[in-house]
């Protein structure tokens, strides 16, 4: 297993568009986390999966936003209809849980013009 | 939520030890005191975890206060590789997905 994979590593769209992410965790950690991280900033919570359910979702992630984890495994980050202030790095962690650390992607960079 | 205080920026010389300090001083007993660290361009990296005792690995030490208001990490010989935002969080409780909080962080700079 070599870590965390986030595809793609970069993604730049236009106003408007739709754009879709994918992390693939750590095969047998079974909690999965999106944050977001603008320039200068630490990462923001977005959501987080425990298997294939969505326990938690930040106030950050308005209705434009939509994570699913389909059977547990990969998960998928949807963005609707693109703002400039959408604009970050997209960065995906798994883990086992309380006590253990987590393991991060490398992210995808985001940029909406 | 338990939040932590970290300086802004640090320096320190390579092949020297660098000592990051932490305030938590409203840690709840079951909070886990987590450090990452995070490259330029790189998504974080799990340095050490702890929650009572004092912790060692091959990256680096993690000294716990007695009253757990306050840790530091500890880097026994700084690299140039060791330049990077050390970010020091206590983790929510289970009940809460495990959720990492994360504040500015400590900018370590290592001189040559």
């Known amino acids: 297993d070599t870590g965390v994979s986030q595809n793609p590593r970069h993604k730049i769209t236009k106003r408007g568009q739709n754009v879709t992410f994918r992390c693939d965790p750590i095969?047998?950690?079974?909690?999965l986390y999106w944050y977001r991280q603008t320039l200068g900033q630490g990462p923001e919570f977005l959501t987080y999966f425990q298997n294939e359910a969505q326990l938690e979702k930040s106030r950050l992630l308005s209705d434009r936003f939509s994570a699913e984890r389909p059977k547990g495994s990969f998960s998928t980050l949807e963005i609707q209809r693109t703002e400039q202030g959408d604009s970050a790095m997209y960065l995906c962690a798994s883990s086992f849980g309380q006590g253990y650390g987590y393991t991060f992607g490398s992210g995808t960079r985001l940029t909406v013009v | 939520d338990a939040k932590t205080t970290q300086p802004n920026s640090m320096e320190s010389n390579e092949e020297e030890p660098v000592h990051l300090p932490c305030n938590h001083s409203t840690i709840s007993g079951t909070d886990y005191i987590h450090w990452y660290r995070q490259l330029p361009s790189q998504g974080p990296e799990y340095v050490i975890h702890g929650l009572t005792s004092n912790v060692n690995n091959r990256m680096a030490s993690l000294a716990i206060a007695e009253d757990r208001k306050s840790s530091t990490l500890i880097l026994h010989r700084a690299t140039l590789r060791d330049a990077a935002v050390y970010y020091c969080?206590?983790?929510?409780?289970?009940?809460?997905?495990?959720?990492?909080?994360f504040g500015g962080g400590t900018r370590l700079m290592v001189k040559p």
């Open positions: 095969s047998e950690h079974n909690r």
């Open positions: 969080i206590l983790s929510l409780p289970q009940g809460a997905g495990n959720m990492l909080t």
